[in-house]
């Protein structure tokens, strides 16, 4: 059964980089061909699509945050990564990672982890 | 970019009404478009794919239409449980993204 799980650090300080893992059991990043994702909710709004990394590493992100994000993925653990620098409170948020249901594209998400929430502040 | 805009904002229905909730998009996204569920405390759940594709274990009384930029989630006869909050996103192309969300209160 597909298990998606978030860890990394729960409070980052303002201008810093926020680094979260995605550690995926029940089935293998490098031999499927799907394209995996982070989605972030800051608290009471509406969900954010961060962006999404393919096994090869080919990524693609929000434009809002293209700046200032990175994306990878590390077959060899079964995780993949999200990176986020010159954090402030905006970033404020639970962190999803997600699995969409369709390989090869970019897809509908029907797998998620249970997400992991970051808070900036000083 | 695509934008999503979802209709309305909140929608106050009695248990066994009938639920419908608008997604438009800004530019067409052929049927590429989802819908998702969402309690408190809990990660999105996806309901429907591909605009009218039920996901694995969703209830008949869940169903999606429409294509290009106009679609629709509709519940027909809500059940407690059904009181939450739904988004649509769309994989047309990327990047990809979400629409703002409805929430369906009750009445």
């Known amino acids: 059964q597909l298990q998606l799980q978030e860890s990394g650090p729960g409070l980052v300080r303002p201008s810093e980089t926020l680094s979260l893992t995605c550690t995926v059991s029940?089935?293998?990043?490098?031999?499927?061909?799907?394209?995996w994702a982070w989605v972030r909710q800051s608290p009471g709004k509406g969900l954010e699509w961060i962006g999404s990394?393919?096994?090869?590493?080919?990524?693609y992100y929000n434009p809002s945050l293209k700046s200032r994000v990175t994306i990878s993925v590390d077959t060899s653990k079964n995780q993949f990564s999200l990176k986020l620098n010159s954090v402030t409170a905006a970033d404020t948020a639970m962190y999803y990672c997600a699995r969409p249901s369709q390989q090869l594209v970019a897809g509908a998400f029907d797998c998620w982890g249970q997400g992991t929430l970051v808070t900036v502040s000083s | 970019e695509v934008v999503l805009t979802q209709s309305p904002a909140t929608l106050s229905l009695s248990p066994g009404e009938r639920a419908t909730l608008s997604c438009r998009a800004s530019?067409?996204?052929?049927?590429?478009l989802a819908w998702y569920q969402q309690k408190p405390g809990q990660a999105p759940r996806l309901l429907i794919y591909?605009?009218?594709n039920r996901a694995t274990g969703i209830a008949a009384r869940f169903s999606g239409s429409g294509s290009g930029t106009d679609f629709t989630l509709t519940i027909s006869s809500l059940e407690p449980e059904d009181f939450a909050v739904y988004y649509c996103?769309?994989?047309?192309?990327?990047?990809?993204?979400f629409g703002g969300g409805t929430k369906v209160e009750i009445k």
């Open positions: 530019q067409s996204v052929s049927s590429y």
């Open positions: 591909d605009a009218s």
């Open positions: 029940g089935d293998s990043i490098s031999r499927s061909r799907y394209y």
């Open positions: 996103q769309h994989r047309s192309n990327w990047p990809l993204s």
């Open positions: 990394v393919y096994y090869s590493g080919t990524a």
